[in-house]
């Protein structure tokens, strides 16, 4: 027997659908879009519009009804939603559909898809339309990564396949499974930033690809793989050209040289007759790492929708190691575009190959799945940076007699043609002979989507602005070395350089030799830096020490070398860091300090806590406080430094550092330790200092480059930050009974 409530709302529903107009006139009073405040979400009605609402009401029996104007009346009394009170009124917003959440089967499928309340993803609660769901078995074709550090969640994704996006929607739970708001990403964006979610904080996300109707976009068969590199004409490596010709930019041809460090791999130069690079290997140069075949992509397409990743925020460690590539590699170099892609450059084989991770490192080593790129068939020592202006990658590197760059604009995935280079090389002499060398560049992002990059010409280091349509401006003179007088600075090397596009500041690091003044005698290796910006009129300063320890400082008369140069887009401030061969009862040992720029002398800083090996002052010397690792009385090495800043003005020193006991082979890491400009030394209270313990990367041993004598070990590793909370570590590691045998290339993120 139907009770009297029930008979009474289907009589008033008979006779003029009276009873819907307590629910649909609350509806439309509810202005929802209103109370959603600047948490996202959309801005149409909890129950659709009025008309929508009274057609579907005629669904809901009179207990229906009645529990919809409790949820409506619980909605209207939320406050206006904050981004400082998300997580408690998010809450409180399920606390409303939950009252609503017995409703029948045909009110569900009326109003909510036949969810209940509050089920549909975070998209306000309320429309016919329960919004998209994410994947749960794989097959869809959005990956998502996401990572955390202590306050901030992180996304970006990629696509499978190539498809039509209008924009992105973002979808997040917390942990007890309540929905946020969705939020909207613009389609030709692939990445997401949560900022101040606060700590401990654990969320599940996932992102749908929607077309201009709000549909999930198909992907399209063919995948986003680039295919094979652009053919490069007659050669492709070293093996398809006589014994004095190399490959370059695909055609055989002869090398002129210097010395054998002007040769490509596996060449030497025969500077006795003709002074041409000559072929001394009939070893296959790279076609084992050149990949399998391309995959065409998934056999369907597929949804523009990703599994649902869940991530907390909590202090970040590390990653486990990952092998880009199982071939020997040595000189390393990477840039990082977000949390999803990286690319990292390796000499391999003799030629330069590049290898694109579009899941974080989940796709290393690209198993025929997806084919490195080939670079270049010769060059040595590539450096990298990606100008996100217009998304172009740059390269770097030394052929020749000269330095070559090439662009990519597809993440490294292909170089282009053999005319798209830029060779920076000095004429060859009409009477034949040789001309001077230009080498060793660097490069960081400059303005209107160019790079700059130093290079050392000659004696002298040059900076030229280089666009993506590789044309190289004016060559721009910020050192020029001095005789080997007494005091002077000349042997320019190993230039490294650092920008600031927003102030136009420019900083320079190099190695050079400075010749000691009386009574001291001899030569001694030091780090310098030079600096532009506008208040120097737009002219380079004069070289100053980087490893001073105050200004006017003599410097230290043990040789420094490999300087890393970094700037923060928060602070506006400068960082460098450099090695230190530096000795201990008679035991030589390297370290690795940092260096703070002094804007308003134009010059640098260190001291003695600035240094990775820094010690409690006696009787507190009981432990390393940089590295804790390290045990007291142990001989130790630490090198190999490189540094990253990201968005967001997080400082990172990577080096690598390990025991290095005589007689027995050195047991090298990599590690990285964060750097704050507000935090205060407890050796010596002063402001700057680092973020101790310094985090071991792995397990794997790192390359020993096997210097020796009066020499600092030199760089082994690179470092980049990506364009939102992660910095990443490539390095190589070492085989043989020595471990200095270069191997397999890894990387390592944090977070």
Same mark, same amino acid.
């Given at each position: 027997?139907?009770?009297?409530?029930?008979?009474?709302?289907?009589?008033?529903?008979?006779?003029?659908?009276?009873?819907?107009?307590?629910?649909?006139?609350?509806?439309?009073?509810?202005?929802?879009?209103?109370?959603?405040?600047?948490?996202?979400?959309?801005?149409?009605?909890?129950?659709?519009?009025?008309?929508?609402?009274?057609?579907?009401?005629?669904?809901?029996?009179?207990?229906?009804?009645?529990?919809?104007?409790?949820?409506?009346?619980?909605?209207?009394?939320?406050?206006?939603?904050?981004?400082?009170?998300?997580?408690?009124?998010?809450?409180?917003?399920?606390?409303?559909?939950?009252?609503?959440?017995?409703?029948?089967?045909?009110?569900?499928?009326?109003?909510?898809?036949?969810?209940?309340?509050?089920?549909?993803?975070?998209?306000?609660?309320?429309?016919?339309?329960?919004?998209?769901?994410?994947?749960?078995?794989?097959?869809?074709?959005?990956?998502?990564?996401?990572?955390?550090?202590?306050?901030?969640?992180?996304?970006?994704?990629?696509?499978?396949?190539?498809?039509?996006?209008?924009?992105?929607?973002?979808?997040?739970?917390?942990?007890?499974?309540?929905?946020?708001?969705?939020?909207?990403?613009?389609?030709?964006?692939?990445?997401?930033?949560?900022?101040?979610?606060?700590?401990?904080?654990?969320?599940?996300?996932?992102?749908?690809?929607?077309?201009?109707?709000?549909?999930?976009?198909?992907?399209?068969?063919?995948?986003?793989?680039?295919?094979?590199?652009?053919?490069?004409?007659?050669?492709?490596?070293?093996?398809?050209?006589?014994?004095?010709?190399?490959?370059?930019?695909?055609?055989?041809?002869?090398?002129?040289?210097?010395?054998?460090?002007?040769?490509?791999?596996?060449?030497?130069?025969?500077?006795?007759?003709?002074?041409?690079?000559?072929?001394?290997?009939?070893?296959?140069?790279?076609?084992?790492?050149?990949?399998?075949?391309?995959?065409?992509?998934?056999?369907?397409?597929?949804?523009?929708?990703?599994?649902?990743?869940?991530?907390?925020?909590?202090?970040?460690?590390?990653?486990?190691?990952?092998?880009?590539?199982?071939?020997?590699?040595?000189?390393?170099?990477?840039?990082?575009?977000?949390?999803?892609?990286?690319?990292?450059?390796?000499?391999?084989?003799?030629?330069?190959?590049?290898?694109?991770?579009?899941?974080?490192?989940?796709?290393?080593?690209?198993?025929?799945?997806?084919?490195?790129?080939?670079?270049?068939?010769?060059?040595?020592?590539?450096?990298?940076?990606?100008?996100?202006?217009?998304?172009?990658?740059?390269?770097?590197?030394?052929?020749?007699?000269?330095?070559?760059?090439?662009?990519?604009?597809?993440?490294?995935?292909?170089?282009?043609?053999?005319?798209?280079?830029?060779?920076?090389?000095?004429?060859?002499?009409?009477?034949?002979?040789?001309?001077?060398?230009?080498?060793?560049?660097?490069?960081?992002?400059?303005?209107?989507?160019?790079?700059?990059?130093?290079?050392?010409?000659?004696?002298?280091?040059?900076?030229?602005?280089?666009?993506?349509?590789?044309?190289?401006?004016?060559?721009?003179?910020?050192?020029?070395?001095?005789?080997?007088?007494? #005091? @002077?600075?000349?042997?320019?090397?190993?230039? +490294?350089? !650092? /920008?600031? %596009?927003? &102030?136009?500041?420019?900083?320079?690091? *190099?190695?050079?030799?400075?010749?000691?003044?009386?009574?001291?005698?001899?030569?001694?290796?030091?780090?310098?830096?030079?600096?532009?910006?506008?208040?120097?009129?737009?002219?380079?300063?004069?070289?100053?020490?980087?490893?001073?320890?105050?200004?006017?400082?003599? #410097? @230290?008369?043990?040789?420094?070398?490999?300087? +890393?140069? !970094? /700037?923060? %887009?928060? &602070?506006?401030?400068?960082?460098?860091? *450099?090695?230190?061969?530096?000795?201990?009862?008679?035991?030589?040992?390297?370290?690795?300090?940092?260096?703070?720029?002094?804007?308003?002398?134009?010059?640098?800083?260190?001291?003695?806590?600035?240094?990775?090996?820094?010690?409690?002052?006696?009787?507190?010397?009981?432990?390393?406080?940089?590295?804790?690792?390290?045990?007291?009385?142990?001989?130790?090495?630490?090198?190999?430094?490189?540094?990253?800043?990201?968005?967001?003005?997080?400082?990172?020193?990577?080096?690598?550092?390990?025991?290095?006991?005589?007689?027995?082979?050195?047991?090298?890491?990599?590690?990285?330790?964060?750097?704050?400009?507000?935090?205060?030394?407890?050796?010596?209270?002063?402001?700057?200092?680092?973020?101790?313990?310094?985090?071991?990367?792995?397990?794997?041993?790192?390359?020993?480059?096997?210097?020796?004598?009066?020499?600092?070990?030199?760089?082994?590793?690179?470092?980049?930050?990506?364009?939102?909370?992660?910095?990443?570590?490539?390095?190589?590691?070492?085989?043989?009974?020595?471990?200095?045998?270069?191997?397999?290339?890894?990387?390592?993120?944090?977070?």
């Amino acid at each position: 027997m139907r009770n009297l409530f029930d008979l009474g709302s289907l009589a008033c529903l008979a006779l003029a659908g009276c009873a819907s107009n307590g629910v649909c006139d609350k509806n439309e009073a509810l202005d929802w879009a209103s109370k959603q405040g600047d948490c996202g979400g959309e801005g149409r009605p909890v129950l659709d519009s009025k008309a929508a609402c009274t057609t579907g009401v005629n669904s809901c029996s009179g207990d229906d009804q009645k529990a919809l104007e409790v949820m409506l009346d619980c909605l209207a009394k939320l406050p206006v939603c904050s981004q400082a009170a998300r997580d408690s009124w998010v809450s409180s917003r399920q606390a409303c559909y939950d009252g609503a959440s017995r409703l029948s089967a045909s009110c569900k499928s009326a109003f909510f898809g036949g969810a209940s309340p509050g089920e549909d993803g975070g998209d306000g609660g309320g429309a016919v339309d329960a919004g998209p769901q994410p994947m749960t078995d794989g097959g869809g074709a959005i990956d998502l990564i996401v990572v955390a550090d202590e306050t901030d969640f992180a996304l970006a994704w990629t696509s499978r396949q190539p498809g039509d996006v209008a924009h992105w929607r973002v979808a997040s739970v917390s942990a007890a499974d309540v929905s946020y708001p969705d939020q909207t990403v613009e389609g030709a964006l692939w990445t997401y930033h949560d900022a101040d979610a606060g700590q401990g904080v654990k969320k599940g996300f996932f992102v749908a690809g929607l077309n201009s109707a709000d549909q999930i976009v198909l992907g399209v068969l063919g995948g986003p793989d680039a295919g094979p590199a652009a053919d490069a004409g007659g050669c492709t490596g070293p093996l398809d050209c006589a014994l004095d010709k190399v490959c370059n930019l695909g055609a055989c041809a002869a090398q002129v040289c210097q010395n054998s460090n002007t040769c490509p791999g596996g060449y030497l130069c025969d500077s006795v007759t003709q002074h041409l690079c000559v072929r001394i290997f009939g070893l296959d140069a790279g076609a084992p790492d050149a990949g399998g075949p391309v995959d065409a992509g998934e056999a369907r397409p597929l949804p523009f929708l990703s599994e649902r990743v869940t991530a907390t925020t909590a202090a970040p460690g590390v990653s486990a190691e990952t092998f880009v590539s199982p071939f020997a590699s040595r000189n390393p170099a990477i840039v990082a575009i977000d949390s999803a892609r990286q690319y990292v450059a390796l000499e391999q084989e003799g030629q330069l190959f590049g290898h694109l991770t579009l899941r974080r490192g989940a796709d290393y080593p690209l198993d025929g799945v997806r084919r490195p790129s080939q670079i270049d068939s010769i060059g040595t020592h590539v450096k990298l940076a990606y100008q996100a202006e217009n998304g172009t990658l740059f390269a770097c590197y030394n052929v020749g007699s000269g330095v070559r760059v090439r662009v990519s604009r597809d993440l490294g995935q292909t170089w282009g043609g053999p005319a798209e280079a830029l060779d920076v090389a000095y004429p060859t002499p009409d009477d034949g002979g040789v001309a001077p060398l230009i080498q060793d560049c660097a490069l960081a992002p400059w303005r209107d989507g160019q790079v700059a990059m130093v290079t050392l010409d000659d004696s002298s280091l040059v900076v030229r602005t280089v666009s993506d349509a590789l044309a190289a401006g004016p060559a721009e003179q910020a050192f020029i070395s001095s005789g080997p007088d007494a #005091g @002077n600075i000349f042997n320019a090397r190993r230039p +490294a350089i !650092a /920008t600031l %596009p927003a &102030t136009s500041a420019l900083h320079v690091g *190099f190695t050079a030799t400075r010749a000691m003044a009386p009574p001291s005698s001899g030569m001694d290796t030091e780090v310098y830096a030079v600096y532009r910006d506008p208040t120097t009129g737009g002219v380079f300063t004069q070289p100053v020490r980087i490893n001073a320890t105050g200004v006017g400082s003599s #410097g @230290n008369p043990t040789p420094q070398d490999h300087v +890393a140069l !970094a /700037t923060d %887009p928060v &602070t506006q401030k400068a960082i460098a860091a *450099f090695t230190s061969l530096e000795s201990q009862g008679g035991v030589a040992y390297n370290t690795v300090y940092v260096s703070l720029f002094v804007p308003g002398t134009k010059s640098w800083i260190t001291s003695g806590d600035l240094n990775v090996f820094a010690m409690r002052p006696p009787p507190q010397n009981t432990e390393f406080v940089v590295i804790p690792d390290r045990p007291l009385g142990s001989a130790w090495d630490a090198f190999s430094p490189t540094l990253a800043v990201t968005p967001g003005g997080k400082v990172f020193l990577s080096f690598v550092a390990g025991d290095h006991q005589v007689g027995q082979a050195a047991d090298y890491h990599g590690y990285v330790v964060g750097f704050d400009w507000k935090k205060l030394s407890p050796l010596s209270g002063a402001l700057a200092w680092f973020l101790p313990p310094a985090k071991r990367l792995g397990s794997t041993v790192v390359v020993d480059p096997r210097a020796g004598g009066n020499t600092a070990q030199p760089t082994q590793s690179a470092s980049a930050a990506d364009s939102q909370l992660s910095v990443y570590t490539v390095y190589v590691e070492g085989l043989g009974a020595a471990a200095d045998e270069p191997n397999r290339a890894i990387v390592v993120a944090r977070p």
